[in-house]
């Protein structure tokens, strides 16, 4: 079919789908598919005003919602309604781009919760008397790695960690049975394990586990991150000086990245509080 063709197939259904869904499906382009109206002598609606548009979205990175849009028409003497602006951004592909933020969505069945324990005290007196843990999310070009951690309050030494490709529970799981495996030395009844309300924390695996190590779980309230602001403090540590600065292409490529800074930032990185780089207290108590 001839591009005049395919223009003309658009114009006739031009008020039944928009205008930018149907050249990416004839794979023709927008200006092309304006100029054959122009050629008519019959200017598309709200061409004009459209173009406006098109020029304040690339100005604006395009990330203006038709709110903000509406803004900047306004301070430019185009008054129209919101409304008509949503309508125009639709019909001609002209809405943000940006990703949206997700509501959070229960994963699975909460089956038990815990008493905040933990209640924001964050200063450990021994090791492996107050874990905190969490799971963050890593972005890379193959898709999302998830990092589940475990942080010991007493240095804020990295305990143990374990990366996967999905969100489950067995990902937490396998973080706990490492660093018990590697902190022999905990005694049974005095660790405190604090987490969020994650359903891999509410889970019956979870609670089994736990009980069959006798640790003591502790839970965050609702909607209160800062209850666990010391693994939300690691995972930001993390991102600004690893994983945002070198954007890793494959999970292959982010879990070394991860390994390096882990060892890092236990073994050589300097807290400003001591001087000292995590472990080096926990090697010298």
Not at 115 to 144: C, M
Not at 157 to 171: D, F, P
Request: aromatic share 12%.
């Amino acid at each position: 079919m001839r591009p005049r063709a395919k223009y003309s197939v658009i114009y006739r259904h031009r008020n039944e789908y928009p205008i930018s869904v149907m050249c990416r499906f004839f794979q023709v382009s927008r200006s092309g598919y304006y100029d054959f109206v122009h050629r008519l002598g019959r200017p598309e609606k709200d061409i004009d005003l459209a173009e406006i548009i098109a020029e304040q979205r690339e100005r604006s990175f395009r990330t203006y919602g038709y709110r903000r849009m509406w803004m900047v028409l306004k301070k430019q003497g185009i008054h129209r309604n919101p409304k008509t602006i949503l309508r125009i951004m639709k019909k001609y592909g002209l809405l943000a781009e940006i990703r949206r933020r997700r509501k959070w969505q229960q994963m699975g069945q909460q089956v038990h919760k815990y008493e905040n324990l933990l209640n924001r005290k964050f200063h450990a007196d021994r090791p492996n008397s107050k874990w905190v843990t969490d799971i963050s999310y890593i972005h890379t070009k193959q898709g999302i790695l998830y990092l589940s951690m475990i942080r010991d309050l007493y240095d804020n030494s990295i305990v143990a960690y374990k990366t996967g490709t999905e969100q489950t529970v067995n990902l937490v799981l396998d973080t706990i049975r490492l660093a018990m495996h590697r902190e022999k030395k905990t005694v049974a009844g005095e660790l405190q394990l604090h987490s969020d309300q994650g359903f891999q924390y509410t889970s019956q695996a979870y609670f089994n586990l736990i009980k069959s190590y006798d640790i003591t779980p502790s839970m965050s309230r609702r909607a209160n991150p800062y209850d666990n602001a010391m693994a939300e403090n690691f995972f930001s540590i993390l991102k600004a000086e690893c994983i945002y600065r070198h954007k890793p292409a494959s999970f292959c490529e982010a879990n070394e990245m991860i390994d390096r800074y882990i060892y890092f930032y236990n073994h050589e990185r300097i807290q400003l509080k001591t001087g000292e780089p995590p472990l080096t207290r926990r090697l010298s108590t």
